[in-house]
């Protein structure tokens, strides 16, 4: 009988000690447009980003993570886009978790394709980052007009 209660015990002890199993994932990236007409600095677009929440205890709900948006490529390499707030902060509580980024032209934006990539970081304490099942890029095609 002590044997059968000490195993008891030792199992109560593991699930104990087992971290949440909870995880964040990007579950979608759109851009609209998805051609930017750039006419000298003006031409404004937006990408969401969509993040699937499961698995988490009710503290870690309670929490947040960041997600970022940055430049993944770009034709011609030496064309650039600018994105406002590209770090922001999202709730857990809510599945799918939506962030939204401004992206827009300067100077700098050239016509042909960007590609922009989104990431997540700053997750609390047993709260896994699951990669996706597709990478988190989404391609944006930029026009420049006279």
Do not use: W
Not at 25 to 54: D, E, M, N
Not at 92 to 121: K, M, R, Y
């Amino acid at each position: 009988m002590v044997k059968i209660l000490g195993t008891c015990f030792l199992l109560a002890l593991a699930a104990h000690k087992l971290p949440a199993q909870g995880f964040v994932q990007i579950s979608s990236i759109r851009v609209h447009p998805q051609k930017l007409t750039c006419v000298g600095t003006a031409g404004i677009g937006f990408v969401r980003v969509q993040v699937y929440v499961a698995g988490l205890a009710k503290a870690a709900k309670q929490s947040a993570a960041t997600v970022e948006l940055a430049l993944y490529s770009t034709r011609p390499a030496e064309s650039k886009l600018n994105i406002r707030d590209a770090s922001q902060e999202i709730s857990l509580q809510n599945s799918p978790a939506v962030v939204d980024f401004e992206i827009s032209c300067n100077a700098d934006t050239l016509p042909g394709e960007i590609a922009l990539g989104a990431a997540i970081s700053g997750t609390p304490d047993g709260v896994q980052i699951r990669e996706p099942a597709r990478e988190p890029v989404i391609g944006v095609l930029i026009e420049r007009s006279k």
